[in-house]
Antibody, heavy 118, light 110 residues
């Protein structure tokens, strides 16, 4: 069965960076783009960008360009999302999600809470 | 890219039908038939309920249906049930590899 398993919760200080991982199983890793979506406490979903696991190509939402980097390690079927220069308003649950084509998000990771606090 | 606009809350009694609107622009909803809807329960990851405007994934009850007219998409839940109480988000492709979510709607079953 398809699974996306994310790394555990993180606590970071303002100005630091955080890297969240998303390990895929149950399907051919390189056949589906992976997107990252975040949700601040009590707020809505916010799309951050995607990575093509086959080529490593990426596309980031304009809001995060210059601060986010999405990478992958095909040897272990794992994607990574790194966000730098963290601020308190980056406190959120970060999700990875798979897309068949460019249509919709069919499988989601369980989410990773990133807390930014001094 | 601004978030798509949804009503903050919608409520209905069991058995009734409710409709959630999702308003975008000619650059997103109006230009692509790539609107999807997600149900999110507290503390859980979102679950897709509708994709490509009106297609239902396997396992989703046929009480859920989607439509689009111009720059506005809609999700209708017919025969509302207590288990439908959750937050609902729309999402649209916005061109150039970008996506945008709606502001979210809390559905309450009275």
């Amino acid at each position: 069965q398809v699974q996306l398993v994310q790394s555990g919760a993180e606590v970071k200080k303002p100005g630091a960076s955080v890297r969240v991982s998303c390990k895929a199983s149950g399907y051919t890793f390189t056949n589906y783009y992976i997107h990252w979506v975040r949700q601040a406490p009590g707020q809505g979903l916010e799309w951050m960008g995607w990575i093509n696991p086959k080529s490593g190509g990426t596309n980031y939402a304009q809001k995060f360009q210059g601060r986010v980097t999405m990478t992958r390690d095909t040897s272990i079927n794992t994607m990574y999302m790194e966000l730098s220069s963290l601020r308190s308003d980056d406190t959120a649950v970060y999700y990875c999600a798979r897309t068949p084509g460019n249509s919709y998000f069919d499988y989601w990771g369980q989410g990773t809470l990133v807390t930014v606090s001094s | 890219q601004s978030a798509l606009t949804q009503p903050a809350s919608v409520s209905g009694s069991p058995g009734q039908s409710i409709t959630i609107s999702c308003t975008g622009t000619s650059s997103d909803i109006g230009n692509y038939n790539l609107v999807s809807w997600y149900q999110q329960r507290p503390g859980k990851a979102p679950k897709v309920m509708i994709y490509e405007v009106n297609k239902r994934p396997s396992g989703v009850a046929n009480r859920f249906s989607g439509s689009k007219f111009g720059n506005t998409a809609s999700l209708t839940i017919s025969g509302l049930q207590a288990e439908d109480e959750a937050d609902y988000y729309c999402c649209s492709y916005a061109g150039s590899g970008n996506y945008v979510f709606g502001t979210g709607t809390k559905v309450t079953v009275l």
